[in-house]
């Protein structure tokens, strides 16, 4: 079996597995679950990301989206269980009519986008992708909205132990 081959049934099997994972985020309806098809999702891109020899985002996709925000929305979905799943009971369009102005919407984007895919066969750059090339970006051109995460980051994690604290119960006078 050539190289090549072999990258397109990996990218295959990846793509396969994100797209299960996606539709298990969509259609079920327990909360864990839906987070467990996230995290798949989530690993079989950073599996994506090293196909394509972008190991430093493939890291950063493992560490801060499949480990962080997964592990977060797990913490979240047990500390905020609240009873069963509640109905909506406004006006509502039929399901099927929804489903079906989406998925004609969805094809009307994505057929310029694949066009514009096949037209276009420009190579890849030797150092796409190499931590040097992204700290020089990061920390010259991208330094203020990297920066901005970092706090935005920290004050999240302030306000997640904030919330998570249990009151304290006062002496009794």
């Keep these: 079996m050539t190289n090549q081959l072999f990258t397109l049934i990996i990218f295959y099997v990846l793509a396969a597995i994100a797209v299960m994972g996606g539709v298990t985020v969509i259609l079920s309806r327990r909360p ?9 999702t989530l690993l079989s891109l ?5 196909l394509m020899h972008a190991h430093l985002v493939a890291i950063l996709q493992i560490l801060v989206y499949a480990g962080g925000i997964t592990v977060l929305f797990g913490f979240a979905i047990m500390f905020l269980r609240q009873g069963g799943p509640q ?21 009307y984007l994505v057929l310029p986008v694949i066009r514009a895919a096949e037209a276009v066969k420009e190579t890849v750059p ?11 970006v990061l920390l010259s051109a991208q330094l203020v909205p990297f920066e901005a ?18 009151p304290r119960k006062e002496a009794a006078s």
């Design 46 to 50: 950073a599996g994506v990301y090293v």
């Design 32 to 40: 864990m679950r839906c987070a467990v098809g996230l995290l798949a």
């Design 149 to 166: 995460v970092a706090i935005l980051l920290l004050m999240t994690m302030v306000g997640v132990i904030a919330l998570a604290r249990r």
């Design 126 to 136: 030797p150092d796409y992708g190499t931590i040097q090339l992204m700290g020089k």
């Design 87 to 107: 109905r909506y009971r406004g006006p509502f369009m039929p399901v099927w009519v929804i489903s079906l102005f989406t998925a004609g919407y969805l094809v």
